[in-house]
């Protein structure tokens, strides 16, 4: 869901990552079944701001409650878009002023609800405002007047207390010469006045809209209609550059996936930000995804075929989601609740086996070779150790937008993977290679579908009833119990292994494919230094130790530790990635009190690794476990 991708242009991310880690109401289910009018002019732009207004119909008497949302799907974290709202005002039939009480930061309530007839209120996007740095890119909202609006529609409209079911039609009216890109129901369409109409609050959640300029591409995959539009800033990169690239990686997917996709469109909102963008986010890249699309949000900056290469792995991931929340899902996410975290167990599912299948698909498909998707599940366990190993999958994702949980989130695009990838090998292993997971979801896919949610504790039992018992002792023991998983016990059994390895690292400045050598940590100043936290074979023969304060990275001083400095930070560190072997580079540390210089040559930095392989004597029950796991046939 949240899909945070990782480049060399937030590293310093990485690095914080380290440490950092919405009288009694009225029941309005009595409220006539009226469409709530939602009204946006994109033309009417101020300071980057615009002004939204919602006509509800008329509601009998009582208090009506209007909140933002204060957490929305995939996200699982707590978001209160409420904070970007202001000059909220509520209106009757005369068009006069009536009381309103904010309550919180995402609440609002007016208690004279007969007399409502709408509300209008100023937002703010997330782009440039101070409180949006705290906010995600690709869940967020941009507002640049004649150029281009990122409308993640939960950053703009709200929903009235027993109102999450209400229709809505959001007229929006804007340039001439903008263009609107979504999966949102279009009801009428001209140069200067959209329609659209969402069933229900959901679709407000989950149907983001693009203006801007027309550049896109559309193509079909045989009942699924494709569309990729793309905002760039300096016009440095086009739709059309990733076409071929999209295509060729969706029709893989639509291959592997079969009948367990039903989907009849799929829109990508790719949107380019600037370097200004890039520092207000932290470094931050990546995509949200959406049940019928997904935002993608990376750097513009970043060079033609690296964007190709980075689009593969998020946007597979997030087209998977296709399959699970999209036709897989409990009620805790068909019913969400936006202002308070009730979340599913199953977060080993959405995210895990998203994940996974983005993975195993490129090898099934030929994408990659068998080594590659070693090299991959090798990183993940690797990234899997940085989180607590013993917190039960199920009692994070119930708590996942609060501490510690939250903090443990990313380990679902790695530990969560590597689950669906054992529960894979041990299906394939009982049905002698007949099924897999995949045929699991496909399954289930075809019994619930869009519109009927499972119960979210009675999942893991219908998992069990339609696989083994070892499948059962497999979630008992590793995905609801605190049990570590003993990866080579489960990839052995498809003759594959772990053992140690030199592996090269991209950087003389990382210790691990995705840890640096260094991390923020408090000083008695209140402020923060880089500490040396681990070392590489390279770091040490120059002289580093570790608790060293690094001051001067070969020959720049280190800006302060503050948000502002995120962007130079990531420009700093990211040189590295482009020394070559033989180049002089110079250091300064502080330790003990005392000043240190550094100096030596790049070189090579290699650290020892767990890497997974082939192994050489493998039984012919192991080869063929092995060939009908990666490739869906035996060979």
Not at 31 to 54: F, G, H, M, R
Not at 80 to 93: H, I, T
Request: glycine content about 8%.
């Amino acid at each position: 869901m949240k899909r945070l991708f990782f480049t060399r242009t937030n590293l310093f991310l990485l690095i914080s990552i380290v440490i950092l880690q919405g009288c009694a109401s009225l029941n309005l289910a009595s409220k006539k079944s009226n469409i709530i009018e939602t009204y946006i002019d994109l033309n009417a732009v101020d300071n980057d701001q615009l002004v939204v207004s919602l006509n509800p119909g008329s509601f009998p008497k009582g208090e009506v409650t209007f909140y933002m949302p204060s957490v929305i799907p995939g996200t699982y974290e707590y978001t209160d878009f409420g904070r970007f709202v202001s000059n909220f005002k509520a209106f009757d039939k005369n068009n006069q002023l009536i009381d309103v009480v904010k309550e919180g930061k995402n609440t609002w309530k007016i208690a004279e609800g007969k007399k409502l007839d709408r509300v209008s209120y100023v937002i703010d996007d997330t782009f440039d405002s101070p409180e949006g740095k705290k906010i995600y890119p690709m869940g967020g909202t941009k507002i640049e007047k004649d150029e281009v609006f990122l409308l993640n529609l939960h950053g703009f409209v709200g929903y009235f207390k027993g109102g999450k079911e209400w229709s809505y039609r959001v007229t929006i009216d804007s340039p001439a010469d903008l263009v609107p890109f979504s999966s949102l129901e279009s009801v009428s369409h001209t140069a200067t006045q959209d329609v659209f109409l969402a069933g229900r609050y959901f679709n407000i959640i989950d149907d983001p809209i693009l203006y801007t300029n027309d550049d896109s591409i559309s193509f079909s995959l045989e009942d699924i209609e494709v569309n990729l539009a793309v905002y760039s800033p300096t016009g440095a990169h086009k739709a059309a550059d990733f076409k071929e690239t999209i295509e060729t990686m969706m029709q893989a997917q639509k291959r592997f996936l079969g009948d367990a996709n039903a989907t009849k469109s799929y829109d990508i909102l790719l949107l380019l930000m600037s370097m200004e963008e890039l520092q207000q986010f932290g470094g931050v890249q990546g995509a949200l995804e959406h049940h019928t699309s997904t935002t993608v949000v990376f750097y513009e900056g970043i060079d033609t075929e690296s964007l190709k290469e980075y689009l593969v792995d998020v946007v597979s991931h997030e087209f998977f989601h296709t399959l699970t929340p999209l036709n897989v899902h409990s009620e805790q996410i068909h019913y969400f609740n936006y202002n308070e975290g009730i979340m599913s167990q199953h977060l080993w599912m959405y995210e895990g086996t998203t994940e996974y299948f983005a993975n195993l698909f490129q090898v099934q498909q030929e994408l990659i070779d068998e080594n590659d998707f070693y090299g991959r599940m090798s990183d993940k366990i690797s990234s899997a150790k940085r989180y607590d190993d013993t917190m039960p999958f199920t009692v994070m994702s119930t708590n996942i937008v609060e501490e510690p949980y939250q903090s443990n989130y990313q380990n679902v695009y790695y530990k969560g993977a590597l689950i669906n990838m054992c529960l894979d090998i041990i299906i394939r292993e009982q049905s002698g290679g007949a099924r897999g997971f995949l045929d699991v979801m496909q399954a289930l896919a075809k019994k619930y579908g869009v519109d009927t949610p499972f119960t979210d504790d009675k999942l893991f039992d219908e998992i069990i009833a339609m696989t083994y018992p070892e499948v059962g002792d497999f979630i008992k023991t590793y995905i609801q119990g605190e049990t570590p998983i003993p990866y080579t016990e489960f990839l052995e059994k498809a003759g594959v292994t772990i053992s140690e390895t030199d592996q090269e690292l991209p950087s003389i400045i990382m210790v691990a494919p995705q840890q640096p050598f260094i991390a923020p940590q408090p000083n008695e100043a209140g402020t923060r230094d880089l500490v040396v936290t681990g070392l590489n074979n390279r770091l040490s023969e120059i002289g580093f130790q570790e608790g060293d304060l690094l001051r001067v990275f070969n020959g720049e001083e280190i800006p302060a530790l503050t948000q502002e400095n995120m962007g130079a930070l990531n420009n700093l560190f990211g040189t590295s990635f482009g020394w070559t072997a033989d180049q002089e580079v110079t250091f300064e540390v502080e330790r003990a009190g005392t000043p240190v210089t550094l100096s030596g040559t790049v070189g090579v930095a290699i650290t020892p690794a767990k890497g997974i392989s082939a192994m050489e004597n493998a039984t012919p029950a192991q080869m063929a476990l092995r060939n009908v796991w990666l490739h869906g046939k035996e060979e």
